[in-house]
């Protein structure tokens, strides 16, 4: 959820928003027929699970937004299904010898949607809007000293220092689209995109849906498809009847106990795949007695967390006491909070804790972090810990938290790929994300390490390092990382789920109905 894009980010942090009342449709294309710039293909229709709060790449912390938005814009790299950084508007980069200065070569003849031309002054406009407006990813930016173009189709970033996750932060699909200058200054970026990418966006039409037409003209090849609509909807039963009727061919509103179902059923393709996301539990260290890492451990023993995973993933997804899934070369092994309620009693003893009141924020957006929240009350309620369970949307739970309005919080990210992304912004003394108020000075030196540390078998001790305190400590209680699960039809080809869950529809086939 990058910034809590927790699922944050966070997910800080990515927000499940719920649909809001119909509104009129905004059509930005008045051309109804097929004619130049539009394509004859064959409309993808999908359904996800929410509207999009706005659609601006680089202000926006909404899953919708970016389900949408991963098809309208380009970043200067991108990541593959193994969560490695490819070309995408740079073809090709280098770095120096001290490896404080990136070369980005871009593609020379790109456009964005309103025809005009991409080039190097876009990069230089995007970059500084996010770290001069201070915007949710400026943290991405916290080594790069300057950005220059040398030419129309060149970058240079200089760093103060070396920055072996450069890369990945810059092609995050969460944040860190390119955008045009016009369509910013206009104001109509927040419902009228002009992107680079493999789709444009042509209507609106709010609490209903957003039409996109396929780009002709876009780098990596004209889409097969004419475009994308995309339906906001957020019951499951009711998504997958539309795609079992032909009304959608794709969703990811699908829930995990319809699984074994699902992959009995013919008329249903099923993706389910292990994602780079996480789910935890964090404490407000702010408050007493949740500041006594004692009383955070001892609730760490307490949860009951192969109940809450088979509550909310039906086994699809996989128990972890840290962040990082073990699928990920950065994995480190931790297994030391076991389901043990003596050793919790001890600890809550130790600490001088003989129980009270617990206020544990979750949103009925995350319909899981509600589940989760009735077995944790269970689990705490013989150490006679009252939990005072809150659900609210997810937008006030973004307020809650981060005015620090709470006892206890459940929350996910998503969109991780460098282990900077699991650990800096949530654990570091300074993070941004760092909502439960921990701090380590240990842990701030090695995650400060790891961000200059070139040498990766060198950089995954510093990080396995830092982890291990982080759990040790309990700045996070760590519980599982879901899987990816979505469904399509069997007209649809082409189509590739993702670790990180970018959506992308640009090489997909869809037969004619």
Known sequence: MRRAASLIAGLASLALLAACSAGEPVDLDDDSGTGPGQSAGEILNVAIGGEPDQLDPNKTSSYFSFQVLENVYDTLVETDANLEMQPALAQAWETSDDQLTWTFHLREGVTFH?????????????????????????????AISDIQAPDEYTVEISLSQPTPNLLSNLGGFKGMAIVSQENVESGEITTAPIG???????????GDHISLTANPDYWGGAPSIGGVEFQFISEPSTALAALRSGEIAWTDVVPPQQVEELEGDDA????????????????????????????????????????????????????????????????????NYSLDAARAQELFDEAGFTGGTLDLLVTTDYPETVTAAQIIAANLEPFG?????????????????????????????????????????????????????????????????????????????LYARAATIIADEASYIYLYNPSVIQAWSPDLTGYEVLPDRAIRFRSVELAAS
């Open 196 to 206: 680079t990418g493999p789709f444009s966006l042509t209507e609106y039409a709010s």
């Open 385 to 461: 810990i009252e939990v005072s369970i809150r659900q609210p949307d997810f937008s006030t739970w973004l307020d809650e938290q981060n005015t620090g309005n709470f006892d206890m919080l459940m929350m996910g990210w998503l969109g991780n790929i460098d282990p900077d992304d699991f650990y800096y912004s949530q654990h570091h003394t300074d993070g941004a994300s760092n909502a439960q108020g921990y701090s380590n000075t240990e842990v701030d030196e090695l995650l400060d390490a790891g961000r200059v540390e070139t040498d990766q078998a060198a950089r995954a001790d």
């Open 268 to 335: 249903v393709e099923l993706g389910v795949a292990p994602s780079s996301d996480y789910w935890y539990l964090a404490l407000n260290q702010a408050r007493e007695p949740w500041s006594d890492a004692r009383v955070r451990q001892a609730i760490a023993f307490a949860i009951d967390r192969d109940a809450i995973i088979q509550a909310v993933s039906y086994g699809t997804a996989t128990a972890n006491q840290l962040a990082i899934p073990e699928q990920s070369i950065w994995y480190t092994e931790y297994d």
């Open 114 to 142: 309103d025809g005009s031309e991409f080039t190097s002054e876009d990069v230089l406009y995007s970059y500084n809007r996010i770290i001069d407006e201070e915007l949710s990813n400026a943290w991405k930016f916290a």
